[in-house]
């Protein structure tokens, strides 16, 4: 193993030495995956708006089905209901057999011995039969009255049909968005948690610099006080320990944040000690190569922002069909069953009583001065807009998905090249070292090849996870990211 790995692992078992007994727990990537997707308030907003859309769906597959109604009123009235305003007298006829009908005889003046007429010439009848005012009044102070009624639509134009597939594409968009959301988090969890790595490895780094330092301190000091070394060489070391102690400190204040960060993403308390299961993770092997042109249908097919946005354009299609609906007519079966009290079936009565009654209900738009026609052309001119913009998002995947793989490939190659930096880089350090003790360097020399020690080193970390963040982001753009 390399020298740096040994100095690693010794200053990290010095400091597992000074820990409690009670060993923290180790969090892998998977587990934090898992609990940042089960405690995201925005997967848990995506997952709602699922419900819903599968609660739509169900609603407009309804619409398919009758429809039973129950309508029921009362009504307090402050008159009766009387047909004559006063007594009335109607002649009362008699039945002539020699005509076969009925004549009614006038009233004789018994003075002259002709009929009784009135101003306008009309004979008074001799007999009358008496229709008093209150037989013709009905009593309807209290009226009761209600309906059960059955809606079957027949034709509507498609807009039933049209709305269930509105509400099936909806419910097809917030699964695809739900998953959508889930990269994202994922993605999220992911780079917070290279993060902690990252830092986790600088601080590590950093920490066996000020060791280097110190040494190198404390020889110098043995130096300046056997004479063959200047106060002023002296000085220079600790000035640059001094400025790695201020590193370091800043290192760890960096390591706690990303620890706080992961713990609040994966929804734990922000003190929650996140140490990770690859934090002494010291190389990795990149995975295989990277592809240079991949299968851009299959990709469309994957990602699910894209197939959301399908399924807008999709839906718009069937908002046309929607407003399309409203220029056609309408048919719709009724039946109904209405009863009242008091009723007029069976002559007046204050009781319940109904009746049956079905019939056809049509509706059928005549002029609307261009109102639906226009929301028509509105509709189909949103549907152009919105398979306009999934050709745009199309051809933004596919720069997204070069880009993605050129960066991955450079990021493997940097980390190959900081990987072969590192052996020279130790050697440099060695040798270094060893000509300083001998006397032929000086402790700049040494100062210099201990800073491109660590620039190999941090290089080296910070191309290794660049390797992991960039294989991430390439499997989230090529939408196989699970």
């Not at 997967?43 to 859309?53: I, N």
């Not at 968009?173 to 998953?179: F, I």
């Not at 070391?237 to 609040?264: F, H, I, T």
Request: charged share 20%.
């Amino acid at each position: 193993m390399r020298n740096r790995f040994l100095l690693v692992g010794l200053v990290a078992a010095a400091a597992a030495a000074l820990l409690p007994g009670a060993a923290a727990e180790v969090y892998s990537l998977d587990s934090c995956r898992s609990m940042a997707l089960s405690s995201n308030k925005e997967m848990m907003v995506k997952a709602e708006k699922l419900k819903q859309a599968r609660y739509t769906r169900k609603e407009a597959f309804a619409a398919y089905l009758p429809a039973f109604d129950f309508t029921g009123g009362y009504f307090y009235n402050q008159k009766n209901l009387s047909i004559f305003d006063s007594d009335q007298h109607l002649p009362v006829g008699v039945f002539n057999p020699l005509t076969q009908s009925y004549e009614y005889l006038p009233a004789m003046n018994p003075l002259t011995g002709k009929p009784i007429t009135l101003p306008d010439g009309t004979p008074v009848p001799a007999t009358t039969a008496l229709i008093p005012k209150e037989a013709m009044e009905f009593d309807i102070h209290n009226v009761f009255f209600g309906a059960v009624t059955l809606t079957q639509p027949i034709f509507m134009g498609g807009k039933i049909v049209a709305l269930n597939k509105l509400a099936r594409i909806g419910e097809e968009a917030a699964s695809e968005l739900q998953r959508n959301e889930a990269q994202n988090v994922i993605y999220a969890v992911d780079a917070a948690y290279w993060t902690v790595v990252s830092v986790k490895a600088k601080h590590e780094l950093a920490t066996s610099y000020v060791n280097l330092l110190d040494s190198l301190t404390r020889n110098v000091r043995l130096m300046v006080d056997q004479g063959v070394a200047t106060r002023s060489d002296l000085l220079g070391v600790e000035v640059k320990l001094n400025e790695a102690k201020v590193d370091l400190l800043k290192v760890e204040n960096g390591l706690s944040l990303s620890r706080m960060a992961l713990a609040q993403i994966c929804g734990l308390p922000v003190n929650t000690e996140m140490n990770v299961a690859d934090e002494g993770v010291k190389e990795i092997n990149p995975h295989a190569e990277i592809a240079t042109r991949y299968d851009m249908e299959q990709v469309y097919a994957n990602r699910p922002d894209l197939k959301a946005l399908e399924y807008a354009a999709e839906a718009a299609g069937a908002r046309k069909q929607v407003a399309l609906s409203g220029m056609l007519p309408n048919i719709a079966l009724i039946g109904a069953y209405s009863f009242s009290t008091p009723n007029m079936f069976d002559g007046f009565k204050n009781r319940v009583a109904g009746a049956f009654s079905v019939g056809v209900v049509a509706r059928v738009p005549l002029w609307h001065w261009g109102g639906n026609y226009n929301k028509y052309k509105a509709a189909a001119t949103n549907q152009t807009i919105m398979e306009l913009q999934v050709a745009d998002a199309k051809e933004k995947i596919e720069l997204q998905v070069s880009q993605a793989a050129f960066k991955a490939q450079e990021a493997v190659k940097t980390y190959v090249a900081t990987e072969s930096n590192l052996d020279k880089a130790a050697e440099n350090l060695r040798t270094a070292t060893i000509g300083f003790r001998e006397g032929v360097l000086t402790a700049d020399d040494v100062m210099g090849a201990q800073t491109a020690w660590l620039k190999a080193n941090s290089e080296n970390i910070d191309a290794m996870i660049d390797v992991q963040l960039c294989d991430v982001y390439l499997s989230k753009v090529l939408g196989t990211l699970n």
